[in-house]
């Protein structure tokens, strides 16, 4: 599951209050809890986020976040101010971009 930090709206009645634990589940059926809890996908300021990266970092850590992937649209110049602060609230930082393209007519975005 996605936990959306890089608008506020996002944040007002939308998140459960309680923590979600994050399950796989293999081919087996099998359902294991996994400990770290992750967003992958997130965008910033840097691009059409509508936080600051602080501000993405602060919200993530009050969600005990410990992963944390930004990826802003065609720069990387979030990444390189999420690397600078992040282990200051205990976040590890995948350094990550989306690429807008098109593909026969159609617009394409890949991370």
């Not at 608008?7 to 589940?25: A, S, T, V």
């Not at 059926?29 to 996908?41: C, I, M, T, W, Y």
């Not at 600051?52 to 602060?58: A, N, Q």
Request: contains cysteine; proline residues 2%.
């Amino acid at each position: 599951m996605s936990i959306y930090l890089s608008c506020r709206k996002y944040f007002e009645g939308f998140l459960p209050k309680k923590k979600n634990k994050i399950l796989l589940q293999r081919n087996t059926g099998e359902r294991k809890e996994f400990g770290v809890k992750a967003d992958l996908h997130i965008h910033t300021k840097e691009s059409d986020g509508c936080l600051t990266v602080e501000e993405v970092l602060v919200s993530a850590s009050e969600r005990d976040i410990k992963l944390l992937a930004i990826t802003d649209h065609e720069t990387t110049s979030g990444v390189e101010k999420a690397q600078k602060i992040a282990l200051a609230y205990g976040i590890n930082i995948i350094p990550g971009v989306e690429f807008n393209t098109v593909y026969q007519a159609e617009e394409i975005h890949l991370l």
